[in-house]
Structure formats: structure tokens, C-alpha cells
């Protein structure tokens, strides 16, 4: 039986549980597999699918700790060739963009440790998690031992820093991207081979935790809206509340909940305060996936999350990211942008029957179609956004009808325990060979258009 190793920056997070999960169920299936984080947990609160992981993980010392650099000296006396050979390639590749190099160069002994850690274990094949520097230090660890690897982007990782993307996509074994728009961007640079190790496989959602046997009436006799995120600028939370302000303003009474932890917090309670939403709208931080269950999915009567696309500018104050990353961002190639995929977040809201209200960016439009199965609105458009909320208010069948549409859309494409399968068949076959269409959203029409790899239609 194959041994895995999962690779991950972090782990676990709070707010990742789609990568716990899949991880989960992919070591029930390969006994023996193991987790590899490069740096321990930074979050307080855990779900307890990940308590029960972080106890099978194996935290990797630092790239300068006493054990890193005499694994490294091994390697130098004993394997100087291959050494070298995988260092001068990882400079080579990010030479071009020197804060990528320098981090890179950070990462390369922590890399090599990771090496002798699987090497020791006996792993078939790396995989990890995320794009970025996870997946640096798998691609040095396989090539110094000469065993395949496989990973995993989610949301914007490949296009937000596209060096060194190229490259691993073309010395991976296979390659699952959780949204058509990620598949998009990569068809603009990568060739017909290296698209056609692509899979498109949405994370999914454990639907037998979120389902709406768990809803409940509430006791209030105003409706409760809830938003459930990180708090970056990306997830459009102020427009939220400049729409809630509106909705204030028309004598609408509701109760507003943004459960969640993050930089923007000051000034969400700010905005709170200046637009004189104190007393409608909590914002109780961070809680467990069964208090969120419990207590807000449990008796909300709609879900907003107004996304948007957020541009990244060197001279411009950004509390989610460092001028330092900015740069490296820029100097990468990349959209120079940093979005959402398809937030897991309204797959769960949709599972409970819970009518929901995004924003037509990213993938979203893969999951929602505008008055189907839920709203969109355009992106930073807040009078859209408070007419769609008002709708739910107003008409109480439009809301139920919605919701029981997004409950069969996310029964048929996103169960995580059917999406697993097709991961599952990815891992033991490599990839999905002769798959040469992969599934869009055009934006503007929200239908579906089939791609041949080379980027040309379909029929």
C-alpha cells in the first residue's frame, strides 16, 4: 500500500477545515501515511477533526535549528552531486524575483530535513497542500530522493506568486486545483501537457455534519444574517455593513452576525461604530465548526459573504499583507490580485438550506447561479447587495426557494465524500489520463463552456 506524505506550511488551521478533511480520509486509505508541517499552529481555537491530526503531525525544525543544518552537512559530504544540483535549480528558477529566491533559500535546508524525515519513514510520494513554499519543499525533498510528488492550489496561491509555478506543475506527478478560474489563469501560460495534469475537484463539504435537520426557529422577531469569514479586506465585509447600514435606514430591524477572526478587525469595529450599527451587528471572533453549527448556521435566515478582488499595490497600507510580500507578489508575474476560490464556507450555509448572497468574483459563480440556487451582486456594489438582502427579508418563498435549490447544488457537486473518490482515483492512477476537457463558468452569461487543454471551445 502507497505511504503519502502531506506537506503543509501550517497545520492545522481553523479556518482550513477542507484540507483537514481531505487529509483525513486520505490517510484512512493509505495506512502508514504521514503529515509534515513546517511550522506549528498559530491558532488557539481547533476544530477536533484537526486536534486529531495535529497529534499524527510531525512539526519539522527550523531551517537554521542544529538538527536542520547537520542534516544538511550529511548531505553535502555524502550526496554533494544531487545536493547541489536541486540548489542551483531553485536558484536558477526564482533568480528573477530576489525576495521569492531569498525565501526560498530559507526554505531549501528545511526542505532537505524534510528529505531524510520520508527517506527514513519510507514514503512513496510526497504531496502538499497549498502552492507556495509547502510545495517548494516537497518538489527539493522529491528530487533529492528521486520519488514523485503531487499538490494541491487552492484559491489564488498559483496566480498571486507565479514563480516557480511552472516548474512544479511540470515535475509533478499530478496536480487538483479546487476551481475552474485557477485552471483558467494556468491555461495562459502552461502548455497543452502540463494543463493535462490539471483536476479540477472541488473541496466539498462534510454533508453529514452541515444539513438542515440541525435548523432551528429562533426566538426573535427579526431576521438574523450571518457572515462567517477570515477578516481580510477580500472577504468585502465592510461592504456588508454599509449594506446593513442601508437596510437600517429603510426601518428595517434584523440582527447581524460576522463570526470570524482577523487583521481588519479594528476597523470593522470602526465602520460598526461610525455608521451607527452598535446593537445590530456582533462580531463574537472566532468559534468551533460545532458552535458555528450550534449556535449561527443553526438559526440564521440568510448567509452573506460579498467577496471581492482585492489589488495589490506596493504604496498602498494593506493590513492582510506585508509591503515585503507585495513585492514579492509583483515581482512575480502573477495577477498581482488576491481572491477567494469558492469559499467553504457557503457550500455549509447552502447544505443547511440557508439562502445565500455572494458576489459574482473568482470561482463563486461555479457554486452560485444568480437567482437559481442563491444572489450574486456585483463586486463592492453595496445598493446591490442591500437589495438582494432585502428580497430575503420581503419575500419569504423567494428565500425558501433558493435555499432548496442550493441544497441539491451542493448534494451533486460538492460532498466531500463523493469528491474524495475522484481524488482517491487520482492518487492511484496518477491523473486522469485522456481527460482533455476541463468545465468553466463564463461570468457574464453563468453558463458552463467546455475547454479543450489548449484553451480552445468545445463544439
Same mark, same amino acid.
Request: hydrophobic residues 40%.
Given at each position: ?22 487529509? /483525513? ?9 504521514? @503529515?509534515?508541517? !513546517? ?51 531553485? @536558484? ?18 528545511? $526542505?532537505? !530535513? ?31 530522493? =528521486? ?59 462534510? #454533508? ?31 461592504? +456588508?455593513?454599509?449594506? +446593513?447600514?442601508? +437596510? ?56 452573506? #459573504? ?5 489589488? #495589490? ?7 492582510? !499583507? ?13 495577477? =498581482?490580485?488576491? /481572491? ?35 444572489? !450574486? ?7 446591490? +447587495? ?15 426557494? #433558493? ?16 469528491? @474524495? ?28 463552456? $467546455? ?9
Amino acid at each position: 500500500m502507497k505511504k503519502i506524505a502531506f506537506v503543509l506550511s501550517t497545520f492545522p488551521t481553523l479556518t482550513e477545515t477542507f484540507v483537514a478533511g481531505e487529509i /483525513k480520509l486520505l490517510m484512512d486509505r493509505f495506512p502508514g501515511s504521514s @503529515i509534515y508541517s !513546517l511550522r506549528p499552529p498559530f491558532d488557539k481555537i481547533l476544530h477536533e477533526e484537526s486536534v486529531e491530526l495535529m497529534n499524527k503531525t510531525c512539526y519539522l525544525a527550523s531551517p537554521l535549528s542544529k538538527e536542520t543544518l547537520k542534516t544538511n552537512l550529511w548531505w553535502i559530504l555524502n550526496r554533494p552531486g544531487i545536493y547541489m544540483k536541486i540548489l542551483l535549480y531553485a @536558484i536558477f528558477h526564482t533568480i528573477f524575483n530576489p525576495v521569492h529566491c531569498m525565501k526560498t533559500l530559507y526554505l531549501f535546508p528545511q $526542505a532537505v !530535513l524534510l528529505a531524510s524525515l520520508v527517506e527514513s519513514e519510507g514514503i512513496d510520494q510526497l504531496h502538499s497542500h497549498w502552492a507556495g513554499y509547502p510545495t517548494t519543499a516537497a518538489m527539493v525533498a522529491a528530487k533529492l530522493l =528521486g520519488i514523485p510528488f503531487s499538490f494541491t492550489s487552492h484559491a489564488c496561491d498559483m496566480s498571486m506568486i507565479k514563480t516557480l509555478t511552472k516548474q512544479k506543475v511540470r515535475n509533478a506527478d499530478f496536480v487538483v486545483t479546487c476551481t475552474g478560474d485557477a485552471l483558467r489563469f494556468l491555461s495562459t501560460f502552461l502548455s497543452s501537457e502540463e494543463l493535462g495534469k490539471i483536476n479540477v475537484n472541488y473541496h466539498g463539504s462534510n #454533508l453529514r455534519k452541515f444539513h438542515p435537520g440541525l435548523r432551528r426557529p429562533h426566538a426573535e422577531d427579526k431576521p438574523v444574517i450571518m457572515s462567517c469569514s477570515d477578516l481580510h479586506e477580500r472577504k468585502g465585509l465592510p461592504i +456588508l455593513l454599509k449594506a +446593513l447600514s442601508q +437596510l437600517k435606514q429603510s426601518n428595517y430591524d434584523f440582527r447581524a452576525v460576522i463570526i470570524g477572526e482577523g487583521p481588519q478587525r479594528a476597523f470593522l469595529e470602526k465602520t460598526i461604530k461610525d455608521l451607527d450599527l452598535e446593537g445590530f451587528v456582533e462580531m463574537p471572533g472566532s468559534v468551533t465548526q460545532e458552535r458555528l453549527i450550534e449556535e449561527y448556521y443553526a438559526i440564521a435566515d440568510m448567509f452573506v #459573504l460579498p467577496c471581492m478582488v482585492q489589488h #495589490l499595490s506596493f504604496f498602498r497600507k494593506n493590513v492582510d !499583507l506585508g509591503r515585503f510580500k507585495i513585492l514579492e507578489c509583483k515581482m512575480s508575474g502573477g495577477e =498581482g490580485i488576491q /481572491k477567494d476560490g469558492i469559499p467553504n464556507v457557503l457550500v455549509e450555509a447552502m447544505a443547511m438550506k440557508i439562502p445565500v448572497i455572494s458576489t459574482s468574483v473568482a470561482g463563486i459563480p461555479e457554486l452560485i447561479r444568480h437567482n437559481e440556487n442563491g444572489l !450574486l451582486a456585483p463586486e463592492k456594489n453595496h445598493e446591490q +447587495l442591500f437589495l438582494h438582502i432585502k428580497s430575503l427579508i420581503d419575500d419569504a418563498a423567494l428565500g425558501i426557494r #433558493l435555499a432548496e435549490a442550493g441544497y441539491l447544488t451542493v448534494h451533486e457537486k460538492f460532498d466531500r465524500s463523493k469528491n @474524495i473518490e475522484e481524488v482517491l482515483e487520482i492518487f492511484e492512477r496518477k491523473r486522469w489520463p485522456g481527460r482533455k476537457e476541463r468545465f468553466f463558468i463564463d461570468r457574464a452569461q453563468s453558463q458552463s463552456i $467546455a475547454f479543450n487543454i489548449d484553451g480552445t471551445a468545445l463544439g
